[in-house]
């Protein structure tokens, strides 16, 4: 899954020089373009590092003859006024590349951080958290790097690779095992998933044998009367808005998965800094 996610890593990088420089950084351009300096990246937050592969994309597309030495890595944990990086090349090249570098930590840093706490909350569980498609356009592959990074999991990457039948896609089937048995006649092989709403709704999709059961919006008791019907006949997993205070109880009641968005859709950025010696 880590290769798949770095596909288009490159591209990624490209488009955001490509909207942030535009026909060039006329402000670098007041600096003499044999200047040379060394500068330094600095957390101003506590949290997880992630982003250092898009950060290293982004110098090597400015300027290759940029070096850089990584004092922590993805995964780590960062304090404030830790040292991240140290980076050392033309004045214009480190000024040039300074936004991105910095968008890109500061936003897959946040997804990280945000997926260990989470982690954390609930590993006395078996469950999984999951992340969901509820990214940021055009960053979904760095965003669910970063849930890994941090110690979560991967929901499907698009409408591709997995069935999510939902409310809307069972009325326009007829049933919940018309969906199913349609799904698995189009596309063999790929993972079909369903969601209810009902212990009856469970039940059908249980009859029908989809791999995965969303179970939507459940209350605490529902969720345990699923796990006990669903007797481990296939894998349950609970949606609802959860966050670090509901996690927990969710957790507890032995499904195997929980899907949150927050994740990846509420991102309080992590502060990085860049300095010049």
């Given at each position: 899954m880590t290769t798949q996610l770095l596909e288009g890593l490159s591209e990624t990088v490209r488009a955001a020089l490509a909207e942030d420089i535009?026909?060039?950084?006329?402000?670098?351009?007041l600096i003499p373009a044999e200047k040379t300096a060394t500068a330094h990246i600095i957390s101003r937050d506590q949290g997880i590092l992630c982003g250092t592969l898009w950060a290293n994309e982004v110098f090597q597309q400015i300027d290759p003859a940029v070096t850089l030495e990584w004092h922590k890595h993805d995964g780590d944990s960062i304090n404030n006024n830790d040292v991240?990086?140290?980076a050392h090349g033309k004045a214009r090249s480190l000024l040039t590349a300074e936004r991105s570098v910095l968008n890109f930590l500061q936003t897959l840093s946040s997804v990280a951080s945000s997926a260990r706490k989470i982690a954390d909350r609930v590993k006395h569980t078996r469950v999984k958290i999951l992340d969901t498609r509820k990214t940021i356009p055009g960053l979904r592959r760095a965003q669910k790097f970063a849930v890994l990074t941090g110690?979560?999991?991967?929901?499907?990457?698009?409408l591709y690779d997995a069935y999510l039948i939902k409310e809307n896609h069972i009325n326009a089937c007829g049933t919940?095992?018309?969906?199913?048995?349609?799904?698995?006649?189009?596309?063999?092989?790929?993972?079909?998933?369903?969601e209810v709403e009902t212990i009856e709704q469970l039940k059908e999709a249980l009859a029908a044998q989809a791999d995965i059961v969303m179970l939507?919006?459940?209350t605490l008791p529902m969720l345990n009367e699923a796990v006990a019907v669903n007797a481990g006949k296939t894998k349950l997993e609970a949606s609802g808005g959860y966050d670090l205070d509901s996690v927990v109880a969710v957790a507890e009641t032995g499904v195997d998965y929980i899907s949150i968005?927050?994740?990846?859709k509420h991102i309080h950025a992590t502060d990085f800094s860049m300095l010049f010696d």
């Amino acid at each position: 899954m880590t290769t798949q996610l770095l596909e288009g890593l490159s591209e990624t990088v490209r488009a955001a020089l490509a909207e942030d420089i535009g026909s060039g950084d006329i402000t670098a351009e007041l600096i003499p373009a044999e200047k040379t300096a060394t500068a330094h990246i600095i957390s101003r937050d506590q949290g997880i590092l992630c982003g250092t592969l898009w950060a290293n994309e982004v110098f090597q597309q400015i300027d290759p003859a940029v070096t850089l030495e990584w004092h922590k890595h993805d995964g780590d944990s960062i304090n404030n006024n830790d040292v991240i990086l140290t980076a050392h090349g033309k004045a214009r090249s480190l000024l040039t590349a300074e936004r991105s570098v910095l968008n890109f930590l500061q936003t897959l840093s946040s997804v990280a951080s945000s997926a260990r706490k989470i982690a954390d909350r609930v590993k006395h569980t078996r469950v999984k958290i999951l992340d969901t498609r509820k990214t940021i356009p055009g960053l979904r592959r760095a965003q669910k790097f970063a849930v890994l990074t941090g110690g979560c999991f991967n929901h499907r990457i698009g409408l591709y690779d997995a069935y999510l039948i939902k409310e809307n896609h069972i009325n326009a089937c007829g049933t919940i095992v018309n969906a199913i048995n349609t799904a698995r006649k189009h596309h063999e092989g790929k993972p079909v998933e369903v969601e209810v709403e009902t212990i009856e709704q469970l039940k059908e999709a249980l009859a029908a044998q989809a791999d995965i059961v969303m179970l939507d919006n459940f209350t605490l008791p529902m969720l345990n009367e699923a796990v006990a019907v669903n007797a481990g006949k296939t894998k349950l997993e609970a949606s609802g808005g959860y966050d670090l205070d509901s996690v927990v109880a969710v957790a507890e009641t032995g499904v195997d998965y929980i899907s949150i968005g927050s994740i990846t859709k509420h991102i309080h950025a992590t502060d990085f800094s860049m300095l010049f010696d």
